[in-house]
């Protein structure tokens, strides 16, 4: 059985002219509404001629126009000619594109403003179109920037920390009463007032001290060799005295700095490390200067407390505090003693405060790995190793520190204040996020 396909008659070639054939009315411009010629597409897609386009651009002259005539919305860029629909309009209608060439470029008004239209496109910059996708963060880049941004700002800092220096009476007021030299105790005497100039001498002559200072009575001033008869002068300076003996020495970092020079770079160094070691050997080497103003400091007391001496015990509820932070969170302490510099040294604290929380999670994570590995009885080893490690690192730094110029030490101090921190952050992103999983998509 034969199957028969049927075949549709093919077009006529007038048929087909006719369906293909494409009319002048496509190809005008909502303008001028004549054939395009030049025709110059927006960034919205609508096409115009040049001249028209121009004409439209210097109609509000001193100003310009840079919206559509025909949707009004605002094209970017300098519009270009459209190359494809220009050689199209250019083949299908060759005749009437002659004529209305011939006809604009014999109008002076056109070509003037073509002229200002295409000097206006030659000064603008070109815009280079935007990245599919934003460049990558480099990393070393950023690192540079970080670390020069760092050096200059240590930089300003000596400078200022070199050429302001606090008055010697300000930093005595802030020396514990029991490390008083004798030129400090004259130097308290003659800011007392000038009546004191004819008892300084004395004092100098005698050697008095911090600790002789501290003892003196009304009994002591007047008997020889002070042999100061006038009274009020006597009470004067037992007053201010007593006040000194009252005074809860509080130092700043700075004051403690100006002070203790290498004891600071040392807190610095040892406390990052080994926070609970530091903290026990100051309690049991460095009670007086230093371990009781941070205990009263982190861990400040109840107003009900009594306050008897610059350097009194701390009370149960200040131990308690302290213990409980210095065994769970012993960085947190130093933010404590940060955060009561805030009115003197607003970004030095941050910095330290920062950098305390920086620490606190690195010794979470620390303590809950061992804990999670059941390796706590490595502990003692790890700490051992870590201190042997930090003690060769920085021994090439201890031996020669009595030959060492000021400017380096201040250095370093400032170093481990301000570039450390970034340091330890990085240390934390490491922890946090494990090699494996930075690279994952």
């Not at 514990?176 to 008892?199: C, F, K």
């Amino acid at each position: 059985m034969d199957v028969q396909i049927p075949v549709e008659p093919e077009l006529s070639e007038s048929e087909s002219e006719e369906g293909t054939a494409l009319s002048e009315s496509e190809f005008t411009c909502h303008c001028c509404y004549q054939v395009l010629v030049d025709p110059t597409t927006l960034t919205c897609g609508h096409s115009f001629c040049r001249h028209c386009l121009a004409n439209w651009w210097a109609s509000a002259l001193p100003r310009v126009r840079r919206d559509c005539p025909e949707c009004r919305a605002v094209w970017t860029g300098f519009p270009r000619v459209n190359i494809l629909l220009r050689d199209a309009v250019e083949k299908l209608f060759p005749a009437e594109v002659r004529r209305r060439k011939q006809a604009i470029l014999s109008d002076p008004g056109f070509c003037r403003v073509l002229q200002m239209f295409q000097q206006h496109g030659n000064t603008q910059a070109p815009h280079a179109a935007p990245p599919q996708n934003p460049p990558p963060i480099n990393i070393r880049e950023f690192y540079s920037g970080v670390v020069t941004a760092l050096t200059f700002m240590t930089v300003v800092v000596l400078l200022y920390r070199a050429f302001s220096t606090d008055s010697s009476h300000e930093v005595l007021l802030s020396k514990p009463l029991s490390r008083w030299s004798a030129d400090d105790v004259t130097l308290w005497v003659e800011h007392l007032g000038i009546w004191t100039n004819q008892y300084k001498e004395t004092f100098r002559r005698e050697q008095i001290n911090g600790r002789l200072l501290s003892s003196l009575s009304d009994e002591d001033l007047s008997a020889a060799p002070f042999k100061i008869k006038n009274p009020s002068h006597r009470q004067i300076i037992l007053e201010e005295l007593h006040r000194l003996r009252q005074r809860r020495v509080s130092l700043n970092l700075w004051q403690y700095k100006d002070l203790y020079l290498g004891k600071s770079l040392f807190l610095l160094i040892s406390l990052r490390n080994f926070p609970r070691l530091t903290l026990l050997y100051l309690f049991l080497f460095d009670y007086d200067d230093t371990f009781l103003p941070f205990i009263h400091t982190s861990c400040p007391a109840t107003p009900d407390a009594p306050t008897d001496t610059p350097l009194d015990w701390p009370g149960w509820r200040q131990w308690a505090e302290f213990l409980l932070m210095y065994f769970l969170l012993p960085y947190q302490l130093l933010s404590a003693v940060a955060w009561h510099w805030m009115s003197v040294h607003y970004w030095t604290a941050g910095f330290i405060i920062a950098h305390a929380a920086l620490l606190t999670v690195l010794d979470v994570c620390f303590y809950w790995t061992l804990w999670k590995r059941g390796q706590m009885r490595t502990l003692p080893k790890l700490v051992w190793l870590q201190m042997f490690a930090v003690l060769f690192n920085t021994s090439l730094f201890v031996l020669p520190w009595p030959m060492m110029p000021l400017f380096i030490i201040n250095t370093e101090i400032y170093i481990q204040l301000y570039f450390n921190p970034f340091l330890t952050a990085v240390l934390v992103k490491r922890t946090l996020l494990p090699t494996n999983t930075q690279h994952r998509p």
